[in-house]
């Protein structure tokens, strides 16, 4: 995994490092967020000591939600050049959430990187093998993605990738537009085709 893992990082670090001071202050795909929230939070495995994460975690009552979001909200005003350094620099750290090992490492960095890139609609290099594997470990052995997207009746197929899913009613996009669908990030409609779209988007979308 770390060979897909550590172009990758590198090169959102690049995409970010090339970001403006409007681009840093704008909004991401998660709620509330900018890009310094989004980056502070995908960096604070390397930037934060394990014995700091249990005490600060104990403080916050086990609650790793609260923990994340404040480490997140505190570190979102470092400075934008270094906590893209952090993230080049640890591109070969091979850290991995809890019971996700380096898949959900990759997982956990693509998702984040898109939140970010993909409302400025910045495409930077992201492995074919890398998308696909994350488009897999989305994809739960029930009837809906990890993050809650319905899945039951549809056929996903990635237009720009040889990746199809499931059976059924046709649903069809690229794949980092795929990615944020089924990571359930509010993406357009319009993005995608086939009569699976109303399957797994049933409500208004923006």
């Known amino acids: 995994m770390m060979d897909l893992i550590a172009p990758q990082r590198r090169a959102l670090a690049e995409a970010l490092d090339q970001l403006t001071p409007d681009q840093w202050q704008g909004t991401t795909m998660c709620a509330g967020w900018t890009p310094g929230h ?6 604070m495995p390397f930037r934060i000591p394990e014995q ?3 005490a600060g975690l104990q403080e916050c009552g086990g609650d790793f939600t609260k923990f994340s979001d ?5 570190d979102s ?3 934008q050049a ?9 591109a070969d750290t091979a850290w991995s959430p809890p019971g996700g090992g380096l898949v959900g490492a990759l997982s956990h960095d693509v998702i984040h990187g898109l939140d970010i890139t993909w409302p400025l609609s910045i495409d930077y290099p992201i492995a074919d093998r890398a998308l696909t ?6 994809i ?8 809650g997207v319905p899945l039951r009746g549809i056929r996903l197929t990635a237009t720009d990738l040889d990746w199809t899913h499931g059976s059924g009613a046709p649903l069809a996009g690229r794949s980092r537009d795929l990615i944020m669908l089924l990571a359930n990030r509010r993406v357009p409609q319009q993005l995608f085709e086939g009569a699976g779209v109303d399957v797994a988007m049933p409500g ?3």
């Open 70 to 74: 404040g480490i997140a909200d505190r």
């Open 133 to 138: 594997t994350v488009l897999e470990s989305i």
């Open 38 to 43: 989004v980056l502070a939070h995908l960096t």
């Open 204 to 206: 208004p979308q923006s």
């Open 77 to 79: 005003k470092l400075p």
């Open 82 to 90: 270094e906590l893209v350094a952090v993230l080049s620099d640890n």
């Open 52 to 54: 700091d994460f249990m």
């Open 140 to 147: 739960s052995p029930g009837t809906e993605t990890h993050f």
